[in-house]
């Protein structure tokens, strides 16, 4: 099982970052996805989840109206669409299939003037 995330940098306050994560090593259709969080000093925490077999979504308040979770399964790849960002969207972002318990290595996402 691999999760690779991709996408992350930094941007001003009120941009734009897209997130993937690519999945290899067990059927990435198959399993809900998420996406967490891990801000310097401060606990990891869920942001968004997407349901493997509705693609129901669910989301963290604090990114509500602002993030947007999606999946390809066709490509095996789960995206993060992150618009409006703000300073405390500063983290660390990883990828997470609950049911295997596998992570990503995270990428760094640097909201800042």
């Known amino acids: 099982v691999q999760l690779v995330e991709s996408g992350g940098g930094l941007v001003q306050p009120g941009g734009s970052l897209r997130l993937s994560c690519a999945a290899s090593?067990?059927?990435?259709?198959?399993?809900?996805m998420n996406w967490y969080r891990q801000a310097p000093g401060k606990e990891r925490d869920l942001v968004a989840a997407?349901?493997?077999?509705?693609?129901?979504?669910t989301y963290a308040d604090a990114v509500k109206g602002r993030f947007t979770i999606s999946r390809d399964n066709t490509k095996s790849t789960l995206y993060l669409q992150m618009n409006s960002l703000k300073v405390e969207d500063t983290a660390v972002y990883y990828c997470?299939?609950?049911?295997?318990?596998?992570w990503g290595q995270g990428t760094q996402v640097t909201v800042s003037s």
């Open positions: 997407i349901r493997r077999i509705d693609g129901i979504t």
């Open positions: 090593g067990f059927t990435f259709s198959a399993y809900t």
């Open positions: 997470y299939c609950p049911r295997l318990g596998s």
